[in-house]
């Protein structure tokens, strides 16, 4: 209780004086009419004014009006009748004010028995004082009621009312101060959000929940407005909202704004807000309530986005949806529904009796009975007509759904355009059986193997190539016709396949025939699969290759030969690109021995002798079928080989060149043979003439000599004799010394020189060839050799000495040099002079057989021999001959020393 009458029960008082005034208005108009009387007139238009004014303004016909409206009246009675009258409505007057004051339950007794005493005491007055009959008789007590009864009745109204203020006025404040405390425990604690703020939007109270949901602390809000706090997007609408309230609208309403907490984020927030007016009625504040419903809206907004994805799914799912009643009408078809069963749109498909679209009309019936019975349908295959009257496959699947009374409300489901399937199914049966055709008619052999690679099926080719019958194959296992050397070739492969690791695999193994000969096959084999994905069975494709094997083996064995075969040999194509190159061709071209071979141009690779070209090559080929000639290779290095070419077409089974082979042998060697064969005959021819001039210079002296001395000997004297019998004996040494070196020579060829080494005083041996001299060549050599002791054959090395002595002779300059040395374990002779020496170039050449660095015949007992002869002996002697130029020209030649000559010799 606030300690004032509450507004509710004012307002019934306050109607119930207003039913007073409509009493009083039409019985003041009867007696005015009766009587026409004007002060009952006028009473009777104020009254009707009072009962028109709580009619027409009843917001503002509260208590302040009440009471002034009974005060003029009060005053307006008083002024016509007399102050007796007038005491009603002061009574009336003190007995609302009363009202306000006490406490509901006694107020309202109260007022009740005042207005009733009021209203009768002044109905009984107004009549009586009225009515002609009353008038004398009644004047005195009624007065006698106005002047004493009446004011006693004050009297006692007052004192009861003195009595209650107090009272009143204490419990009124108690209840004010309890209600102010509960209402701000509720407004505190309350979980919602609660706020007043002024009608311009200064917020005057806030709660603690609304501090926590806006982020700000209740100082900060209090100076703050409500547009502070409510995002822009949302604040037209709430200032809308406001105003309405203020222009008589709804006092009462609710809303969903974003708030903006101090962070900086938004927030939904629920609000109920009321526009709270004052005691007349008029707009004060508003109060609000508010809840953060930012998940809820999340919430919602999830809920708008689902059913928006589940209308999209509806309408965009490739899977065509329906919905249909009972009675076969259709409620709702996505597109793909009606594109499925080819209807022009979705409104003349809702025009269709789903009855009309099953080719087996009961094919409905059924359905309806057992979605009724089982509740749902799952993969019902039916065959359907289009619009345009074709039929197709579908496989339905649906449920019933039911109304709040459980009675069927309409069938939903999905239909799957199961025509290809049924059409693959069909094609299935017909592979199936080309299959088992192509199985039991293949070529080539097949089997089905199960994991213990047993034979569940084989074909007649397998039977025919095995020579066993086809049941008798079903009855053994793979190990059975295997040859024992190959019944595990294939077990890492096998289990890779089975574990899923490779799809296949393909190998060459021996089967055995029936009569016990040896089949080679190649084994393809694949897996079969269960519907759980494990291994169910082995598929083998088994072809005989045996004359492929043959085939391949002569392959083989035909590469082998072109490998090691020192011809070159190559395969091209017809656009001239080389496919194969044998070992002798790979290792000249410098191409790699393995993998594929680098483009080669053959046309720039090769050059004929005859001028032809790689086309005119290949034209000839075309017409004659085969090519020869002599060519020249061009390598990318540079470098070239002649050669003579074989060139060969080869043809498939319509007579195209698809390829040609080439052999090609390098004559390099044979055209370096011919030419030394030819520089050999050219050096025989030299021989020859120089032997036969060589040996017939001296021999023809000998002749010569012996005749005149066979003939003549008697005429010359003694010294004479003597001087013809040296110069025979010169001549004689010569020629024999000419033909020890041929005799070395041609043994040197055969390998059958022989020697005889011992040690040998070096310095002795020098002086015996010096001393068989002629006196001239005597005075042009110097010696100084030392007493050095050598291994060596005496007699080879006095021809090897004499053969340098002689060189020199006969090529060197005047003075000639000879001398020994000891070196390194090896005794050096130096044969030196001062002459020019060997041509630059021909240091070493001069030692090969009848090299000569002068003119044929040039010099006498001359035939290239003496230097090729001396460095063969000093070499099978344990040492060496070699030249050397500089201000002398130099022989030296080296023989192991006397401490060194075991070893040397062995």
Same mark, same amino acid.
């Given at each position: 209780m606030n300690g004032r009458f509450p507004k509710t029960v004012a307002r019934s008082l306050l109607r119930l004086r207003a039913v007073g005034y409509a009493i009083a208005v039409p019985v003041l108009a009867v007696v005015w009419w009766l009587y026409r009387s004007a002060d009952v007139g006028i009473l009777a238009v104020a009254a009707a004014l009072a009962l028109a004014w709580n009619t027409v303004q009843p917001q503002r016909a509260g208590t302040t009006w009440a009471l002034a409206i009974d005060l003029a009246g009060t005053g307006l009675i008083w002024w016509m009748f007399g102050p007796v009258p007038?005491?009603?409505?002061?009574?009336?007057?003190?007995?609302?004010?009363?009202?306000?004051?006490?406490?509901?339950?006694?107020?309202?007794?109260?007022?009740?028995?005042?207005?009733?005493?009021?209203?009768?005491?002044?109905?009984?007055?107004?009549v009586a004082h009225a009515l002609p009959l009353f008038h004398g008789t009644t004047d005195d007590w009624i007065d006698w009621i106005g002047e004493f009864g009446l004011p006693l009745a004050i009297v006692l109204y007052t004192a009861v009312i003195m009595l209650n203020i107090s009272k009143v006025v204490d419990e009124s404040r108690r209840?004010?101060?309890?209600?102010?405390?509960?209402?701000?425990?509720?407004?505190?604690?309350?979980?919602?959000?609660?706020?007043?703020?002024?009608?311009?939007?200064?917020?005057?109270?806030?709660?603690?929940?609304?501090?926590?949901?806006?982020?700000?602390?209740?100082?900060? %809000?209090?100076?703050?407005?409500?547009?502070?706090? +409510?995002?822009? /997007?949302?604040?037209? &609408? !709430?200032?809308? $909202? @406001?105003?309405?309230?203020?222009?008589?609208?709804t006092t009462h309403w609710q809303a969903e704004d974003r708030f903006v907490r101090s962070d900086g984020s938004v927030f939904w927030a629920g609000i109920v807000a009321t526009l709270i007016r004052d005691e007349e009625g008029n707009p004060h504040s508003y109060f609000a309530q508010t809840l953060d419903i930012s998940e809820q809206k999340a919430a919602e907004e999830a809920l708008a986005a689902s059913e928006e994805r589940y209308r999209s799914l509806f309408e965009g799912i490739p899977a065509a949806l329906y919905r249909t009643d009972p009675e076969g009408r259709i409620l709702d078809a996505n597109p793909a529904l009606v594109e499925l069963l080819?209807?022009?749109?979705?409104?003349?498909? %809702?025009?269709?009796?789903?009855?009309?679209?099953? +080719?087996?009309? /009961?094919?409905?019936? &059924? !359905?309806?009975? $057992? @979605?009724?019975?089982?509740?749902?349908?799952?993969?019902?295959?039916?065959?359907?007509?289009?619009?345009?009257?074709?039929?197709?496959?579908?496989?339905?699947?649906?449920?019933?759904?039911?109304?709040?009374?459980?009675?069927?409300?309409?069938?939903?489901?999905?239909?799957?355009?199961?025509?290809?399937?049924?059409?693959?199914?069909?094609?299935?049966?017909?592979?199936?059986?080309?299959?088992?055709?192509?199985?039991?008619?293949?070529?080539?052999?097949?089997?089905?193997?199960?994991?213990?690679?047993?034979?569940?099926?084989?074909?007649?080719?397998?039977?025919?190539?095995?020579?066993?019958?086809?049941?008798?194959?079903?009855?053994?296992?793979i190990a059975d016709i295997t040859h024992p050397e190959d019944q595990e070739i294939d077990l890492a492969l096998r289990e890779q396949l089975l574990a899923g690791e490779i799809p296949s695999y393909r190998f060459a193994k021996r089967f055995l025939h029936a009569n016990g000969h040896t089949i080679w096959v190649e084994f393809s084999v694949t897996v079969v699969h269960d519907d759980q994905g494990a291994p169910e069975l082995m598929i083998g494709l088994i072809q005989d290759i045996t004359e492929r094997r043959k085939a391949e083996a002569d392959r083989d064995q035909m590469i082998k030969i072109l490998e090691a075969t020192p011809d070159l040999v190559g395969i091209i194509d017809v656009k001239g690109h080389m496919t194969y190159v044998n070992r002798a061709g790979r290792e000249w071209y410098g191409l790699a021995s393995q993998g594929s071979l680098p483009p080669l141009d053959i046309a720039e690779m090769i050059e004929t002798d005859s001028g032809e070209t790689v086309k005119d090559i290949f034209r000839t080929l075309r017409t004659s079928g085969w090519w020869t000639g002599d060519i020249t290779l061009h390598a990318p290095s540079g470098a070239t080989i002649p050669g003579s070419a074989v060139v060969l077409p080869h043809r498939d089974d319509n007579g195209r060149i698809t390829h040609i082979s080439a052999t090609f042998r390098d004559l390099t060697e044979r055209i370096e043979t011919q030419r030394r064969l030819e520089q050999l005959v050219r050096s025989k021819d030299e021989f020859v003439a120089s032997v036969s001039h060589e040996l017939r210079?001296?021999?023809?002296?000998?002749?010569?000599?012996?005749?005149?001395?066979?003939?003549?000997?008697?005429?010359?004297?003694?010294?004479?004799?003597?001087?013809?019998?040296?110069?025979?004996?010169?001549?004689?040494?010569?020629?024999?010394?000419?033909?020890?070196?041929?005799?070395?020579?041609?043994?040197?060829?055969?390998?059958?020189v022989a020697i005889a080494p011992r040690v040998v005083e070096i310095a002795q041996q020098i002086e015996s060839v010096v001393a068989?001299?002629?006196?001239?060549?005597?005075?042009?050599?110097?010696?100084?050799?030392?007493?050095?002791?050598?291994?060596?054959?005496?007699?080879?090395?006095?021809?090897?000495?004499?053969?340098?002595?002689?060189?020199?002779?006969?090529?060197?300059?005047?003075h000639i040099e000879v001398s020994t040395a000891v070196e390194d374990?090896?005794?050096?002779?130096?044969?030196?002079?001062?002459?020019?020496?060997?041509?630059?170039?021909?240091?070493?050449?001069?030692?090969?057989?009848?090299?000569?660095?002068?003119?044929?015949?040039?010099?006498?007992?001359?035939?290239g021999l003496g230097l090729t002869v001396s460095r063969h002996l000093a070499r099978l002697m344990g040492g060496d001959l070699v030249y050397s130029s500089g201000e002398r020209s130099t022989f030296t030649l080296t023989l192991p020393e006397r401490a060194a000559a075991p070893a040397q010799a062995s």
């Open positions: 007038a005491v009603y409505f002061l009574l009336a007057y003190v007995v609302v004010i009363a009202a306000i004051l006490l406490d509901r339950d006694r107020a309202l007794c109260m007022i009740t028995a005042t207005l009733a005493l009021i209203f009768g005491m002044a109905l009984v007055h107004l209840d004010l101060a309890g209600s102010e405390k509960r209402f701000r425990l509720s407004f505190e604690g309350a979980a919602m959000g609660m706020t007043m703020f002024e009608l311009e939007g200064k917020i005057t109270q806030v709660n603690p929940a609304f501090c926590e949901q806006v982020g700000y602390d209740e100082r900060t %809000l209090l100076t703050m407005t409500w547009r502070d706090i +409510v995002d822009e /997007a949302d604040l037209e &609408e !709430a200032e809308c $909202r @406001l105003r309405r309230a203020l222009e008589g609208g080819g209807y022009p749109d979705r409104d003349t498909m %809702l025009d269709l009796d789903v009855h009309d679209a099953y +080719v087996q009309k /009961a094919g409905r019936k &059924e !359905a309806i009975e $057992r @979605l009724e019975a089982e509740g749902k349908l799952i993969g019902v295959e039916e065959q359907l007509r289009r619009y345009d009257g074709s039929t197709i496959w579908v496989r339905d699947s649906s449920r019933v759904v039911l109304d709040e009374h459980g009675e069927t409300a309409y069938f939903e489901g999905a239909l799957t355009d199961t025509t290809a399937r049924h059409q693959a199914e069909e094609a299935l049966r017909e592979s199936e059986a080309r299959l088992r055709a192509l199985f039991e008619h293949a070529p080539i052999g097949i089997a089905a193997v199960d994991l213990d690679e047993q034979i569940v099926a084989a074909n007649t080719e397998l039977a025919r190539m095995l020579g066993r019958p086809v049941e008798e194959l079903e009855a053994m296992s210079t001296p021999l023809t002296a000998v002749v010569g000599l012996a005749e005149e001395l066979r003939s003549s000997w008697k005429v010359f004297s003694t010294e004479e004799i003597s001087e013809f019998m040296g110069l025979l004996a010169d001549q004689a040494s010569d020629v024999a010394n000419l033909v020890e070196d041929l005799l070395v020579a041609a043994r040197a060829e055969i390998g059958k068989a001299l002629d006196e001239p060549s005597q005075q042009r050599i110097t010696v100084t050799a030392r007493h050095t002791e050598t291994w060596a054959d005496p007699a080879r090395l006095r021809q090897v000495i004499r053969n340098l002595i002689t060189n020199a002779v006969r090529y060197g300059g005047r374990g090896f005794v050096a002779l130096r044969v030196s002079d001062d002459g020019p020496g060997i041509s630059p170039g021909l240091e070493e050449k001069i030692f090969e057989p009848y090299a000569r660095d002068h003119e044929p015949g040039s010099q006498p007992n001359s035939v």
